[in-house]
């Protein structure tokens, strides 16, 4: 049987990776795909606490899916940026982009 | 039948009137044919006066809706008076720079007026997930709109990170949010303050683990060292007027929601939290100002200072007083007025292709356009908070309010960091004064939106400064009820 | 004091161990025996046609954004529909707000020309 523990340490797994995929990740789709991950973590702990604290209100669920439509919204817009880079100067490393330095 | 949960149309006029204007916008740029720039700010003209004037019909009126998600108190419609002004300034500001840069496409009125509706969500958010809606709401457009000159690579760029940065940060905050909803319960700001009664920080993990990950996820935002790294870049790439907007605006929005959540929601926690925000606005201040002195470009210093600005306000939050709200509205009523009016002033000196951008370009500008250097000099004292001017009224009542707290030696440190922004604040008005004129081509057009925006600026900034009684009664009715 | 940190110790010793065991025994094992059709990708059966890692063309980026965005729409939709009977004509308003919304951006998209193939 699975506990709040489990699902709470399933989303923690999931953040860790995300945040690591995050900050250690070359390619730009990678990067979104990580923040993708973080978001959806956010969602395990949404709805698991919804089940286990209080069953009978569906809050907890209910912000789940604004938060998953939040998401495509994010990952909409920064594909989109994505694209337009390697469109217009053919990069999706973003090590290369660091044109401005202080 | 279900029960339909309470709504209260009247809490979100505001936000309506703009998203009315941001579609139709939209609509018009689409199929209307030839020169439409002018009809297109007239409607976003409109949008924000219509905003503006319902806010400020409901002053006073303490409305509540969508089962107390949304609230309009006056403390938000101030904010809401503030996301208006700085909208309908930023676009007297584009108009000649969108011409000069020859970027000018009907998306750019959309993606302000979008990003606004987002600020006000996020003013009156009486609720972490409506916070977090407005948040991204106010988020999503700005990311493009540093974007907006798509054929630059600078821009571009600057698109990347903010992107990146903002969307690391809303992880982090949802996933804070999570567990405060896991450990309450609730979302909603009274029932968190309620659910908070006998509870201390330490003693619950999650709610510590909840709470700091949201702190976190806003000091991005806000732009709080050490969470600043993101913001030279992206105010550097980012088309001039649109940065103006996001050193403005988003970082308004981001206080007023973080006044309301540690003032109301968390306000039993306050005393733990306030040593965090201690050091958090002490590093954010000498962060700001003293790798602000290093700079050349006249944007990349403006960012730095704009976390510097952000460390003054943080002051105010840390004291957890109603003085200190108060001084924080101030303050960010004054930045306004100046932090516009200094970028109106670098639009109208640099020249296509965002170029004339360094501090040591402006030499001698005195002699030749004298208008222009008196109006920065004007802007530069505000920032560096000499009086009579807008930024000195601000900072007063900052350190005033810090020191009534008991916060003396956080104040003390304020102003050391005034003294050092001096330092690169003067810096440029001694080299438009006192320096030999620069070998130019410079041709200055004085275009007629930019001077009606400089203009304006320069009115706020002297009026707040030599008459700052009516704006103190202001800022005192915006935080009535609130405490 | 030093014993505390025993299991660690043992801990190291088979994460050491593991992943070489594991990496050893298909060596030793298993037969090799590479033929080219062995070796090729699977694709349904059929003979495998050119590389996997092509390159798309960008088109398909867009179109999937463009999917994305409306297809999560649906989201909100269920719920409504679920009980929509029960919310009567205040449902069928907020929902009607809400696809108008949604077709002023779908506007949007069939101007800009996003769907033009070509």
């Keep these: 049987m699975a506990t709040l523990e489990h699902y709470l340490i399933l989303s923690a797994i999931l953040f860790c990776i995300g945040v690591f995929g995050l900050l250690s990740r070359r390619n730009a789709v990678g990067i979104l795909m990580s923040i993708e991950l973080m978001f959806n973590s956010a969602n395990i702990n949404f709805v698991a606490f919804s089940k286990f604290i209080n069953p009978d209100i569906l809050t907890g669920q209910i912000f789940s899916v604004f938060v998953i439509a939040i998401a495509a919204a994010e990952a909409a817009v920064g594909l989109a940026i994505v694209v337009l880079l390697y469109r217009n100067f053919d990069i999706v490393n973003i090590d290369k982009i660091n044109f401005m330095k202080w | 039948m279900i029960e339909i949960p309470f709504i209260n149309l009247a809490v979100i006029y505001p936000e309506i009137a703009i998203f009315t204007a941001s579609v139709i916008v939209l609509l018009v740029d689409l199929f209307m044919k030839g020169e439409k720039q002018g009809t297109l700010s007239t409607i976003t003209m409109l949008g924000f006066a219509a905003a503006a004037i319902i806010a400020s019909r409901q002053w006073f009126h303490f409305e509540t809706g969508f089962s107390d998600a949304l609230i309009a108190d006056n403390f938000a419609l101030v904010f809401k008076l503030l996301f208006c002004a700085a909208g309908v300034l930023t676009l007297f500001l584009s108009v000649h720079y969108l011409n000069r840069e020859k970027i000018f496409r009907g998306e750019y009125f959309f993606l302000i007026l979008s990003s606004t509706v987002g600020m006000m969500i996020l003013a009156s958010a009486n609720e972490l997930i409506t916070a977090f809606l407005g948040l991204e709401v106010m988020s999503v457009p700005l990311y493009l709109l540093a974007g907006y000159d798509k054929k630059k690579l600078l821009s571009n760029e600057a698109a990347l990170k903010y992107f990146l940065m903002g969307a690391f940060a809303s992880g982090i905050l949802i996933y804070g949010i999570a567990f405060v909803y896991g450990n309450l319960g609730t979302t909603n700001f009274d029932e968190i303050y309620r659910a908070l009664q006998g509870k201390t920080l330490y003693g619950e993990p999650l709610l510590l683990l909840g709470l700091g990950l949201i702190l976190i996820g806003f000091s991005f935002k806000t732009a709080f060292v050490p969470f600043h790294s993101w913001v030279p870049d992206v105010y550097v790439g980012t088309p001039t007027p649109a940065t103006a907007f996001f050193s403005i605006a988003p970082k308004a929005a981001g206080f007023a929601i973080l006044f309301r959540l540690l003032f109301k929601a968390f306000a039993p926690m306050m005393p733990d939290i306030t040593g965090i925000l201690w050091v958090l606005a002490v590093l954010t201040m000498f962060a700001g100002n003293l790798i602000a002195i290093a700079q050349r470009n006249i944007k990349r210093m403006l960012a730095y200072s704009s976390i510097a600005h952000a460390g003054y306000i943080l002051i105010a939050l840390t004291t957890g007083t109603a003085d200190g709200a108060k001084a924080a509205i101030l303050y960010l009523l004054a930045y306004t007025a100046m932090n516009v009016g200094a970028f109106g002033i670098v639009i109208l000196l640099g020249r296509e292709g965002e170029k004339d951008l360094s501090i040591a370009g402006y030499s001698g500008l005195s002699r030749r356009h004298p208008i222009a250097a008196a109006a920065m000099a004007l802007f530069m004292f505000s920032l560096a908070g000499i009086p009579p001017t807008a930024g000195f009224i601000g900072k007063f009542y900052i350190f005033r309010g810090a020191v009534s707290a008991g916060f003396i030696w956080l104040a003390i440190l304020g102003v050391v960091n005034s003294l050092i922004s001096v330092y690169y604040y003067l810096r440029v008005i001694v080299i438009m004064y006192m320096k030999p004129e620069a070998e130019s081509d410079r041709v200055i057009t004085y275009p007629l939106s930019l001077m009606v925006a400089i203009i304006l600026a320069a009115w706020g900034t002297v009026q707040i400064g030599i008459f700052p009684n009516s704006w103190l009664n202001l800022v005192r009715d915006s935080v009535s009820g609130f405490f | ?118």
């Design chain 3, 1 to 118: 004091m030093i014993e505390a940190y025993f299991p660690i110790f043992v801990l190291f010793i088979f994460a050491l161990i593991t992943p070489v065991v594991m990496l050893l025994i298909p060596k030793i094992v298993a037969k090799r025996e590479p033929t080219p059709i062995k070796d090729a990708a699977y694709e349904c059966g059929i003979p495998a046609e050119g590389d996997a890692r092509e390159r798309f063309p960008i088109k398909f980026y867009l179109i999937a954004i463009l999917f994305l965005l409306f297809d999560l729409e649906a989201v909100f939709l269920y719920p409504w529909a679920y009980i929509y009977k029960k919310l009567g004509l205040f449902g069928l308003i907020e929902m009607g707000v809400f696809i108008t919304i949604l077709l002023v951006g779908y506007i949007y998209v069939i101007k800009k020309g996003a769907l033009k193939w070509q």
